[in-house]
């Protein structure tokens, strides 16, 4: 096998310190890499897309803060390393935030779940087939400046919202719309210290570098995600449209949370899984909701506005008819919940 | 019994439970690739990256520096390894490409194969060879410019008999009701568990190789060929197939390849290829295109049938399934005209897989037999009814038994088909519509060439053995039972070995022969013990069976026993003297050749049944599957799904039920779920994994009820059984199909049927 030095951290100081210094970013020659939970990693280490000369494991600090998951009347606070089943299952997550559980439990299987961590989840790498299989020469986001084969190739799964003319791979995951439709924070520890951004601003559209997946600083290293209490948390979920009835990405999600009041929505939270390039917010979609009484029409209007944007190649133009269905039955099933 | 093990019934074996079980689930059965080898070495294999064109030039600079590597082998010292042509068996003929190198036939091609000391550093080197590719534009499938099309019956004279009777033109132009309609069906890959393993080991010149194997005396033979040895120096071995489909029947090229390396490097070589590689150094289910009229009077009568194939094969070869001969024969069609055509293109060579000709062909008829009940207005059940047939519609000649409308009764019944509303788009639970469909399930009834060899000790114990091969079927059980019960004595006091060429030789494990070839084989053993024991015991001077009529005579508890008058076996083995019986007997279907059993042996099975013999022998099954569409979204479930299904005799009401039920969520499958996607451009497959390559969860899978239909057919074969191997997943996606139809008033006509179809 390709030779790379494993480390062991037993604390985040010591995981970023270790960090080898140099070019970081995820393309294929990627001088370090943290393993957490290593149901992505791994896999795409030994199909040689990912090839770190430094591995730093930094499962040890489960028994740290990162490894926990506290809430209280101020915050819902979840450590990096707080495993997905663990978080799917916390009946306080399931009563207090449907959406998050609800993300999380209808992704990956049971095994996966009870693997994969929180933090190396919302930077799962796509399952773009080019991406994954490096006998294709044509691949931006792995060979900066070489092509994209999706444009032309088999193009079923990939983007319709935030591509470019460099990239169409799918963002993958679900809990990151979650927790962007929550204006979820994200606590970062790096070499120079520790700092917060908002979720919504951690991924990176493709543009014209699809190797830079996120605005993580090289090194720098999730710790927690912070949720603020909001009237909407309760009014949530998350609607999931794919091929088979479990274990498989989505062809279309929708995270939606909602304040409804007297059917008059005060306030309407909307993220889109599945056909975009990142974890995609649908601000316009919102903004038609908010102050409005709730109507089908309503909806509607919100879903055509939601995929106003969407630019679509030979095998995914279906995605922006089932997008739109997929945000209007979830803002339907969401307004007619008891919360 | 539980309903994985149903009580028998009339002409049904008991359920007994499988030989290997718990040794497959206790992790002790030594797969083909557990078996433990002295020092190996391993592979890996490379494949190539373009589908069409030649390789310029491998750069083995850096995969040779790679510590721990002992050789890299490319078409450029491979040399000695012989092309070798070889007949398939069933429909048409194959061959797999297997040079190397230069030129490039398809993506995934073995080009070079790196041996070293341990898996790791094999797969480094792998990834570290440089490879100068010469690309030419590749023509991935139908519609792509520079495909070839051939009509089968051009091909050779050897070539399927292409069903015609009558005037289909006039009689469809006489149809009171037409459908015109045409059909799609995608490539699909096996994907077995087990991956495609081959572990050499060389003892002097003699070879002995691991590899999970349909046909362990084909396997033995060819290797020989491909190395130019004789057969008596190789030993092929796979005591346990984890899944095969058909994908383990042939020769592929790695297996030479593996035993050159080893025969060249003088130390035992192993390769496990990777999920990826399966997808091309394998075969596949071909894609089809199908063009179908069919007429009916107003009351329903059929009146002419016509149906045109389209097939994916390779460049070099011409392999085809032509799945009309047993589409020809469905029904009372009145007229009928079929055609078949290969279409070439830049793809590996396709092959067997579960039930290869009807697969497609079936889908594509009974979703027209679905259309046109619709059109005349009449339940698909009754439609069917209208044109069952007792004869061939082709040649006349009579089926041996057909229990097609027993098994659409017990099946609508237990559905409860009757409460259908047959409007399209009627039935409704909330945001889901409701659909129910049905279509038949057939497959023809194979025969084929087999020995045995069956050992009774005098304290009943016995040993049977053929290399016969248990693809996770029960082969192991079924085979056991047969000598269980013809010898009298209890299914635990037999052993079955299978699965070595030291063996005597059986069929390929294809085309649904295996329980009826190696059960026949073992029967005429049995007799032969018996005929021995029932003289000694009849003709002996004294005794409580002396001068009893020896056809009076049987065995049951470990007894020789007649009307009221028995013995122990002990006694009548000292009769005889001896402490062991032991028999050979050779099976060969009716109107084989004369050298049947010693082509056997070279590898060269002989199969008959389906339409080839006096009578028509097919096994027929019902199959009713419930669909819920969501009306928004349009996501497609399957709730419930009935099967009744007529086998013959059925050995093992366990194993048939499994096999029965496995394969119609193998059909929802073909329906909803699988298909091997290629790129449009590269003509290369994209989803191969099994991530991508969509096959059902459990969460896509709930009620699923068979039920075995009782049939005697003493014509088939001695043993009286229609193989279910493959029964069960005919049919399954045209009755899917039909159900969505019913749910939307979609008719759908390309698999799989995937949500934007219905958006």
Known sequence: MRPFIYTRANSPSFAVQTFPSGSAGPDVESPGQYLAGGTNLIDLMKIDVLRPQHVIDINALASSPLGIISTNAQELRLGALVHMADAADHPEINRAVPVIAQSLRLAASQQLRNMASLGGNVLQRTRCPYYRDVSYSQCNKRRPGSGCAALDGFNRMHAVLGTSDQCIATYPGDFAQALIALDAQVELQGANGTRAISVGALHRRPGDRPDLETTLAPGEMITAFVIKPAPWMRRSLYLKIRDRGSYEFALASAAVAMDLEDGRVREARIALGGVATVPWRAQAAEALLRDQLFSEANAQAAADAAFAGARTREHNAFKVELGKRTLKRALTEVAAMEA | MSAAAPQPLANMGAPEPRMDGRAKVTGEARYPSDMPVSNPAFAFLVTSAIAKGRINAIDQMRARAVPGVLDIFTHENTGDLKEIKFASGGAGASTSIQQLGPEVFHDGQIIAMVVADTFEAAREAAYALKVDYAEAPAAPSFDSPGVETEDVTQLHDSAKDIPSVGDVEAALAGADVVVDAQYGTPTQHHNPIELFTTTCVWNGDRLTVHEPSQFMYGLKNNVARKLDVGPEQVRTISHFVGGAFGSKAQLTPRTGLVAFAARKLHRPVKLVATRDQGFTIATYRAETRHRIRLGARRDGKLVGYE???????????????????????LYAYGAVKTKVNIVHADRNTPGFMRSPPVVPYIYAIETAMDELAAKLGMDPVEFRRVNDTTTDPISGKPYSSRSLMQCYDQAAAAFRWMARDPHPGSMRDGDWLIGWGCATAVYPTHFGSATARVRLLANGDVRVQTAAHDLGTGAY??????????????????????????????????????????????????????????????????????????????????KVAAEGAEEPLAETFKRLGVGAIEEYAESAPPGAPADAIASLYAGKPTLSGGAHGKKLMYAFGAEFVEVRVHKDTCEIRVPRAVGAFAGGRIMNTRTAHSQLMGGMIWGISSALHEATEIDPVRARYVNDNLADYLVPVNADVQAVDVILVPEVDPDVNPAGVKGLGELGNVGTAAAVSNAVYHATGRRIRQLPIRLEKLL
């Open chain 2, 477 to 558: 059980t079924v085979i056991g039972q047969m000598a269980a019960e013809r010898l009298g004595v209890p299914f635990s006091a037999v052993k079955t070995e299978l699965g070595d060429s030291e063996l005597p030789p059986a069929s390929v494990a294809g085309g649904s022969n295996t329980t009826a070839s190696c059960c026949s084989a073992v029967m005429k053993a049995c007799h032969a013990i018996r005929a021995k024991l029932f003289h000694a015991a009849a003709t002996a001077n004294e005794g409580p069976l002396a001068g009893q009529q020896i056809s009076g005579l049987t065995l049951r508890d470990g």
């Open chain 2, 307 to 329: 149906h045109e194939g389209f097939e994916i094969t390779s460049r070099p070869d011409k392999y085809f399934v032509a799945g009309v001969e047993d589409a020809a024969r």
